[in-house]
């Protein structure tokens, strides 16, 4: 599995943007997606989750705020991020577990298999 995010930049304070992640080689259709992001200085920190089923979960710092899907046509996922906020500020990483996820919801870094490089998103306040 190869994942690709991008759509990263600077932003101000409230505004929105649009995270992408191209994938290619996935042998698990229902395998569960998502987003992790790391602070400078902190750890790793879980976003958001779409199962294989499709339900969603998010964390309670961007519930509301952002939205997570995919475009099995495109290959593709996406996070919606809208009105940002300074501690939104992060290195942003598309996560696939690769394997069947049925409709469980998973928010553990260890529970994702594949990861991707990585895209900068920077929050000016």
């Known amino acids: ?3 690709q995010a991008s759509g990263g930049g600077l932003v101000q304070a409230g505004d929105s943007l649009r995270l992408s992640c191209a994938y290619s080689g996935r042998t698990f259709s229902t395998s569960a997606m998502g987003w992790f992001r790391q602070a400078p200085g902190k750890e790793r920190e ?7 089923t499709g339900g969603t979960y998010y964390s309670n710092s961007v519930k509301g705020r952002f939205t997570i899907s995919r475009d099995d046509v495109k290959n593709t996922l996406y996070l919606q991020m809208n009105s940002l906020k300074p501690e939104d500020t992060a290195v942003y ?7 069947y996820s049925g409709s469980n919801l ?3 870094a260890h529970h994702y298999d594949y990861w991707g490089q990585g895209t900068q998103v920077t929050v000016s306040s």
């Open 46 to 52: 879980f976003v958001a989750t779409l199962s294989g």
């Open 106 to 108: 998973y928010i553990r």
């Open 1 to 3: 599995v190869q994942l």
């Open 93 to 99: 990483f598309c996560v696939d577990r690769g394997r």
